[in-house]
């Protein structure tokens, strides 16, 4: 959903840098609430939102590096989720095929967790109709519109960054 934001909040500031009119802090939030709104009505991001939330956004980080494992409060840590919410994330995913679980060695408190590769094929196809839905949005755009999206994506991530 992160990504949304950040994609209302520059389509609003490349728009409204086009029409000449000038957005106080305040107006610029307003309008971007009202974009966000929008988008949640109309369902029109649901392809990409649901790719970097739940399920999804745990199949992605473990697909990074798919020889690795992890075990699940690392993955809470990583995710920024809690041990409960990766618990049942990972019985859900388990069930689907989509990670394993092992115990690691002698010690049966470890359980170490990887993508299987019908998470990774999963995941993988949900990534290319993100990056498909994007293309025809990108489409739309010029090249400098598309420059400049990137610019402002990277310094609003930057900021944000450092906020915390």
Known sequence: MTFFIICAIIANSISNEKGGDFLDKRETTQAFLSAMRAS?????????????????????????????????????????ITTARTAATLRTLEKKGYVTRSVCGGDKRKIFVSITPAGSRFIEKKREDVCLFFDRIFDELSESDRRDFIRLISEITEIAGNMK
Do not use: P, V
Request: aromatic content about 12%; charged content about 25%; glycine content about 4%.
């Open 40 to 80: 949640y009505f109309n369902n029109t991001a649901k392809t990409s939102a649901d790719y970097l939330r739940g399920e999804c956004r745990m199949l992605s980080f473990l697909n990074i590096d798919k020889e690795r494992q992890y075990q699940s409060g690392e993955l809470a840590k990583h995710l920024n």
